[in-house]
């Protein structure tokens, strides 16, 4: 007796996801409107379908320098992730993520 396959479910990107954040892609739709809006004398804006979409975090290989251990870092950040290290350092960054269990 053999198992019936299920059907596969549209996956998302896996690799576009922040190491620091853990920012990844979010599901969403965009709207088609058509229509002209009350406040130019029209009868108002209507949705007149809806397809479904992703938002992709911007994310970006960057090199690091680790003086600690004078060599470089290779991380996926996202750009809000690169403001956080220009603000507490790399060096406690990869301290953060070496106690949650990433291998740098």
């Not at 996956?11 to 965009?30: A, F, I």
């Not at 709207?31 to 804006?45: M, Q, S």
């Not at 397809?51 to 975090?57: A, G, H, L, V």
């Amino acid at each position: 007796m053999q198992k019936c396959a299920k059907p596969k479910k549209k996956q998302l990107v896996k690799g576009k996801k922040c190491q620091v954040t853990g920012k990844g892609p979010k599901r969403g739709h965009t709207y088609a409107i058509r229509g002209i809006a009350k406040k130019k004398k029209g009868i108002g804006l209507k949705i007149t379908g809806k397809t479904k979409r992703s938002f992709k975090p911007n994310v970006q290989k960057k090199r690091f320098w680790l003086p600690e251990e004078k060599r470089f870092v290779t991380l996926k950040l996202s750009t809000a992730a690169m403001r956080t290290i220009e603000k507490r350092g790399i060096g406690a960054i990869v301290k953060d993520m070496r106690t949650q269990g990433y291998k740098i």
